[in-house]
């Protein structure tokens, strides 16, 4: 075992250094006081201690302090994730996501939350498309052809979204890991960019919801067509769209950034 195994193992020994790190990561990135904060640690008279701490987790390279904020780094991912998964008692990367933490770069967990976005929204339009197109089959009405249309479109994306997955799983080989959407040990919770792709998720999966409201409503006959309801939901719809794909470009912005400082050091 070399120093630098030593010293992680070291770090890791410590309780409170484990709180420290699962704060951060927590966060995203944390600053002194707000992590002093959260662990209930009077400046006054903690202080010394809790630096010593965070100079044990910087010095293994678990840790790192930029712009004034600590952040884990990608060391401190892969231990933290390690530590997580021993103390649940649980066959460590069961699902490959820690190769896969290792692995990706901001720019491809990105592409692969695209890849899952497309794949979600994809498969719900197309159920969604084809109950009016079924029902509507052989009567050439516009329900049927705006059906067809959608349901067609829907699926081209489905398609495209799984072809990338599964070109991303083949390159990094990620096996079950990509489809584990809401593991607490994947990208979504520890990634820099969680914050962006849980607001794009839930905001397009609104968007998805309301515009098949949108269509289905007046097609049963609930809602009249350009009703104050109908464009209540076209408001809707139109807002999280936006919304989402306001998220989306600040994720692409942080990715960037990310590879950036990463290439700096």
């Known amino acids: 075992m070399n ?8 770090a890791l020994s410590s309780s ?6 699962r704060q951060i990561s927590v966060k995203g990135s944390a600053t002194y006081t707000e992590i002093m904060h959260v662990l209930n640690l009077d400046p006054s008279l ?12 910087n010095e293994a390279g678990l840790i790192e302090r930029t712009n ?22 649980v066959k460590i ?3 490959g996501v820690l190769s896969a933490v290792m692995s990706m770069s901001p720019r491809k967990e990105l592409e692969l939350f695209l890849s899952q976005l497309g794949l ?3 498969l719900i339009s197309s159920i ?51 489809m584990v959407f809401l593991s607490s040990n994947w990208f979504f919770i520890r990634s820099p960019n969680r914050n962006n ?20 409503l007046p097609y049963s006959g609930e809602v009249q067509l350009f009703s104050q309801e109908w464009i209540g939901l076209a408001i809707a719809s139109i807002g999280s769209t936006l919304l989402a794909i306001l998220f989306l470009v600040r994720a692409r912005r942080k990715a960037v950034q990310l590879e950036d400082i990463t290439d700096e050091q």
């Not at 004034?68 to 008692?89: C, F, M, S, W």
């Open 16 to 21: 409170t250094r484990r709180t420290i790190m």
């Open 68 to 89: 004034g904020e600590y952040k884990i780094t990608d060391l401190g991912k892969r231990a933290l994730i390690l530590v997580d998964q021993v103390a649940e008692e």
């Open 93 to 95: 990367d069961r699902y």
């Open 46 to 57: 903690m202080s010394g201690k809790f630096n010593y701490h965070l100079k044990e987790l």
């Open 197 to 216: 792709f849980f607001f794009s998720t839930i905001l397009v999966i609104g968007a998805a919801i309301s515009i098949a409201l949108e269509f289905l």
């Open 3 to 10: 120093s630098k195994s030593e010293d992680v193992l070291k």
């Open 120 to 122: 979600m929204v994809g």
């Open 128 to 178: 969604l498309c084809i109950i009016p197109f079924v029902i509507s089959s052989g009567a050439w009405t516009a329900p049927f052809l705006i059906s067809g249309i959608a349901f067609f479109i829907s699926l081209a994306v489905f398609v495209v979204s799984a072809a990338k997955m599964i070109r991303i799983i083949r390159t990094y080989r990620l096996g079950f890991s990509s």
